[in-house]
């Protein structure tokens, strides 16, 4: 008899300050930038999926009133740090290069100012292109923290902070000393599904972001290959967790990407029917995830 799971389901969205010289991630407009995320969480919202969103400080400025009106709705708001476009202009690397001491004012920095502006400091966090030490975990838990998606299986940049080669596939607990390891310190890290047996011509692995390919060719295969994992794994706590940034144009039904979003949707409407999928946003994940750990823990005694 085929294994019916429990699949967590999150669809995050890395809200990027507009593009600059030494930061080009960004989209080109902020009139572009709330576009995308209205249109985003508008689809995701309407097929019952609530989305969590890692704002930059410079995007909850400038898109405060949208962001709380989607708070009121459900999404769920969390910080992203991208050093290279710090207003300060101080930073040349990505998060993981940084030294403890310069994490800790970077993020505390950015927390502050995203709660300038939105009236709550962030609990969730994610940093640009996933880049973190040693010391970053227990630095986001002493700063308030509790949740975030960080790693990211198989990604490998050694030079920008970002060796994920051995962390495990699945929602886990971390380690305060050790970034690739599973730990007792209550923060939970969800990682980005990837697959690192398919490669871009990057040789970065396959994840399952919505506008780095289409169904067929990308997130059926990912998503297949990870259900498979959660079950030789036995996992514990199962999830798929999406990406992509605030440059698409998801209010746009012609835009390949929108399609694109759609057409996954449509497959998890599917796919609940070998599986019992669960909308969550992080936040909504880890209240979960907490829920099963006692409940494990009470059956072993």
Request: overall charge negative; proline content about 6%; hydrophobic content about 40%.
């Amino acid at each position: 008899m085929a294994t019916r799971l429990t699949i967590h389901v999150l669809f995050t969205l890395d809200c990027e300050s507009i593009a600059i010289r030494a930061a080009k991630e960004g989209p080109r407009s902020w009139e572009q930038s709330a576009r995308a995320i209205e249109g985003y969480c508008n689809r995701l919202l309407r097929a019952g999926y609530p989305p969590t969103l890692f704002v930059a400080p410079q995007c909850a400025v400038e898109h405060t009133p949208l962001l709380e009106e989607l708070a009121g709705r459900g999404v769920e708001l969390g910080l992203y740090v991208n050093p290279l476009q710090a207003e300060s202009g101080s930073y040349r690397n990505f998060l993981g290069t940084l030294a403890p001491d310069v994490q800790r004012r970077l993020i505390d920095d950015a927390a502050e100012r995203f709660a300038d502006a939105l009236g709550v400091r962030p609990r969730s966090f994610r940093p640009c292109k996933h880049s973190a030490s040693d010391a970053t975990y227990r630095l986001l838990y002493e700063l308030g923290f509790r949740q975030g998606s960080i790693a990211q299986p198989g990604f490998m940049l050694p030079r920008i902070g970002v060796e994920w080669e051995h962390v495990v596939h699945h929602p886990r607990y971390v380690d305060a000393q050790h970034h690739e390891r599973a730990g007792d310190l209550p923060f939970l890290d969800v990682p980005v599904t990837t697959d690192p047996d398919q490669r871009q011509i990057t040789n970065q692995p396959y994840e399952l972001r919505i506008d780095a390919g289409t169904l067929d060719a990308l997130h059926q295969p990912v998503i297949e290959r990870a259900i498979e994992r959660m079950i030789e794994d036995a996992a514990l706590f199962c999830a798929l967790c999406f990406t992509s940034d605030n440059r698409p144009a998801y209010d746009n039904d012609n835009d390949k990407h929108s399609r694109t979003l759609e057409a996954v949707l449509d497959y998890l409407e599917a796919l609940g029917e070998q599986h019992d999928l669960v909308p969550t946003t992080l936040a909504g994940a880890h209240e979960r995830f907490r829920a099963l750990r006692h409940t494990v823990s009470a059956a072993r005694e």
